[in-house]
């Protein structure tokens, strides 16, 4: 049940994120731009815990931390997430980090609160954290959905999104957690496999769905003619875009392959030292 499940939410999710596309989407892809950044910095080795608030106004499940790699966007720069604690000794129990997909607010909202119950009956803390550009972070003069097809905006998300990620590790694991997992979906697993090349203090991933190589994945599956119109030019870009740090690929995990499990929709990944998947 949970393979074809999945292919109808990221069906579904790829066919909102083209009507949301302006119709004037490639003109300016910013290529270049991008290209030009992704060759500095993308993570920095060392990685400072975030320094996260509490809103005790709502149960102090919800908190806030200034982004570790701030853009020109004021609204973006603070990242949200919610902590579900499992228990009062909570410090004392392993973490996992629940990262959505792209634009996906139904499983953000509603399924992630599910996971997190189910992980604190387990034993495990559950976080859940909003990607830039998402949701109560996205910039009121962005137009359309977040995609390749502004690729420096795409880049800059990408490296703050790993560089908020590390942070919210590092405080989980200052505040006592003994271990800290990351559970991603879709674009949420993109980001959670570029952390894991980036991160070696983590203990598990799990990438649902994940995008190994940038790919027209709108143009392609999209129902929408405007939008399969721009194949080719898409192809293009991530032709360009596959050549930098944000394909999967080109990188390997800080972690030994004999502990690392894949499936058709599932890469559960354990352990601390630097090998290559096989």
């Not at 973490?95 to 604190?120: E, K, M, Q, T, V």
């Not at 009121?140 to 790993?162: I, N």
């Amino acid at each position: 049940m949970i393979a074809p499940l999945s292919k109808i939410l990221d069906w579904s999710a790829i066919q909102r994120v083209s009507l949301m596309m302006p119709s004037n989407f490639m003109e300016r892809p910013r290529l270049e731009e991008a290209l030009e950044s992704l060759k500095g910095e993308f993570a920095p080795g060392e990685s400072r815990p975030a320094r996260v608030e509490f809103d005790p106004d709502k149960f102090g499940l919800d908190f806030c931390f200034s982004s570790p790699r701030p853009g020109n966007c004021a609204e973006n720069n603070t990242a949200h997430g919610r902590f579900y604690r499992g228990g009062e000794r909570w410090q004392e129990r392993a973490a996992i980090i629940l990262l959505h997909g792209s634009g996906d607010s139904l499983n953000y909202r509603f399924r992630f609160p599910l996971l997190a119950r189910r992980g604190n009956r387990a034993g495990f803390n559950v976080a859940t954290l909003v990607a830039p550009f998402h949701f109560q972070r996205r910039p009121r003069q962005l137009e359309g959905a977040l995609a390749y097809t502004d690729c420096l905006q795409m880049a800059e998300a990408a490296a703050q999104a790993v560089a908020e990620i590390r942070a919210l590790t590092g405080w989980l694991l200052g505040e006592g957690c003994p271990a800290v997992a990351l559970w991603g979906f879709s674009m949420g697993a993109w980001y959670a496999g570029m952390v894991t090349c980036r991160e070696p203090r983590l203990g598990a991933v799990v990438l649902a769905a994940p995008c190994a190589r940038m790919n027209p994945w709108a143009e392609q599956r999209a129902l929408w003619p405007r939008v399969r119109a721009r194949l080719p030019k898409g192809r293009e870009l991530c032709s360009k875009l596959n050549q930098t740090a944000l394909n999967l690929l080109t990188t390997q995990p800080l972690i030994p392959a004999k502990n690392v499990l894949l499936t058709d929709i599932l890469a559960i990944i354990l352990g601390k030292k630097r090998s290559q998947i096989t």
